[in-house]
């Protein structure tokens, strides 16, 4: 029995070796395991020699200790072989998972810097939006009630917020964007995307959307619904081969969610679902679907953020989502919502009174804006209001009209060259602590270096706004302050 283990340890370890040898890339483990099944051959070969030295008399003594040296040898060498195959191994793993970490952090920074230039892209794009907005309010407000233009200036303004949706879009994925949650109709939200949907998706996908249960009102970010539609609108397109259908539907009929997860802790909800007749996923795609940066896509095709970005935002808003799919058959995606009352008539809607107009007598606004055509719409609608305008084009001009003469209000824009909106109101306020501050701005004021140096009766207008919203944003601001019983200084 000696013996014929000696020889099928040899045999192994020479075998094992030349795998190893075969495998590995480091010259160093190469060396080693040559040296390996070279020592694994020698004792073959030396074993083959004394099988024919001693002949049938060596088969006589099977039972004696003589080839007990050579055994421990071979399997001495068979266990380095093994060693270093473990090592090998786990050297390769920790050289993918290096990898991997390499991909993933390659492609936070290419999204980084996509951000980035969508955010650019998108501040850019709202100044332009201030402007559209605004000169067609000054048409609607010079017009008529019975004129005919009136109706094709409703429908550019309806543009052009469809516009400022898309882009608090990108701003909200280039991660500038600040949530304006607002109580909405889900199934409007559904309808104002859809034709960017039907464009989307291919001619052979055809698009239904069902409604059950009457009108469903949530508290959330338009903004974000929609990122969660296109985002799974995307997946659905690149899963279905040929013709299919995308069916969305929204579900306010059920007191409870019907997801396998659980509830979501509120009596009332909504039950979004967004299911497609693709491929359909296995169990272990779906168990990894929510993960950052998974994705079953072709290299270049797809970043593995959209699920875990919809995630993110259904999480935020106090619900639950869950996949339900299976291969050849197709994915249901389903989302529930806490559902709340439907809004009361906004404020925000109501036309300024033209009582503001007598009130803004000698108000003095000093108003900063580097983009000329926004200052122009700004200034033109403070003035047409009753304001005493003092106009700058950049923070350093605002500082040298705030020393020459006292201001009541400052408008500034937030991202400026040299000295932006918030240094400016730091520098004005170190001559006149009770400045009335307006900023205006397409980012969120959390992006802005200086944002925490806001003071309480500060407020901020985004991009894009028509100028009733400047109007009645100004008027807020004053009020407030007047409210507080305290009335601008003089400077000097």
């Not at 985002?231 to 969610?257: F, H």
């Not at 009361?344 to 983009?371: H, P, Q, Y």
């Not at 000329?372 to 005493?388: I, Q």
Request: with cysteine; glycine share 8%.
């Amino acid at each position: 029995m000696i013996l014929l283990a000696s020889i099928l340890v040899r045999v192994m370890a020479l075998i094992w070796s030349l795998i190893f040898l075969s495998r590995v890339r480091d010259w160093r483990m190469g060396f080693l395991s040559a040296m390996l099944a070279l020592m694994a051959l020698r004792q073959i070969l030396t074993l083959g020699h004394d099988l024919e030295a001693e002949g049938i008399g060596l088969l006589a003594n099977l039972g004696s200790f003589t080839e007990v040296p050579g055994l421990l040898v071979s399997v001495l060498a068979l266990l380095a072989v093994l060693f270093l195959e473990r090592m090998i191994r786990q050297r390769e793993q920790l050289e993918k998972a290096a990898r991997q970490r390499d991909l993933e952090l390659h492609g936070v920074r290419k999204m980084e810097a996509l951000g980035r230039l969508a955010g650019g892209i998108a501040h850019d794009f709202n100044n332009l939006l201030t402007v559209i907005v605004g000169n067609i309010e000054f048409a609607e407000s010079r017009l008529p009630p019975d004129h005919a233009a009136l109706s094709d200036l409703v429908e550019a303004r309806v543009g052009a917020e469809r516009a400022e949706r898309l882009t608090r879009q990108i701003l909200t994925f280039a991660r500038e964007g600040q949530s304006q949650s607002r109580v909405v109709n889900l199934r409007q939200v559904v309808d104002d995307l859809l034709p960017m949907l039907r464009k989307l998706l291919t001619e052979n996908i055809s698009v239904e959307v069902q409604e059950v249960g009457g009108p469903s009102w949530v508290d959330a970010d338009p903004a974000q619904l929609e990122q969660i539609l296109m985002n799974l609108a995307v997946n659905a397109r690149d899963a279905i081969e040929g013709a299919g259908a995308l069916t969305i539907c929204i579900d306010a009929s059920m007191p409870e969610p019907s997801l396998h997860s659980g509830a979501v802790g509120v009596s009332r909800q909504v039950q979004l679902s967004v299911a497609d007749t693709g491929a359909g996923m296995t169990e272990d795609v779906r168990s990894a679907a929510f993960e950052p940066f998974f994705t079953t896509k072709p290299a270049g095709s797809g970043t593995g953020l959209g699920l875990s970005v919809a995630y993110g935002i259904v999480a935020s808003l106090g619900g639950r989502i869950a996949i339900e799919s299976e291969p050849g058959v197709g994915t249901n995606v389903q989302i529930v919502l806490p559902v709340c009352d439907a809004p009361v008539a906004s404020l925000e809607s109501e036309e300024v009174s033209t009582e503001a107009i007598s009130d803004a007598k000698n108000k003095v606004v000093l108003l900063v804006e580097d983009n000329s055509a926004v200052l122009h719409v700004a200034e033109r609608a403070l003035r047409m209001h009753g304001y005493d305008v003092r106009v700058a084009r950049n923070g350093r001009e605002g500082l040298e009209r705030a020393e020459r003469e006292a201001v009541d209000l400052l408008i500034t824009d937030v991202i400026m060259p040299e000295i932006g909106g918030f240094e400016l109101a730091r520098r004005m306020r170190e001559r006149n602590s009770d400045l009335s501050v307006l900023f205006i701005s397409g980012y969120a004021p959390t992006s802005s270096p200086g944002a925490s140096k806001m003071q309480p009766g500060d407020a901020l207008l985004r991009k894009p706004f028509a100028p009733s919203a400047l109007i009645r944003s100004v008027r807020r601001v004053l009020d407030r302050h007047s409210a507080s019983g305290e009335g601008p200084l003089n400077p000097g």
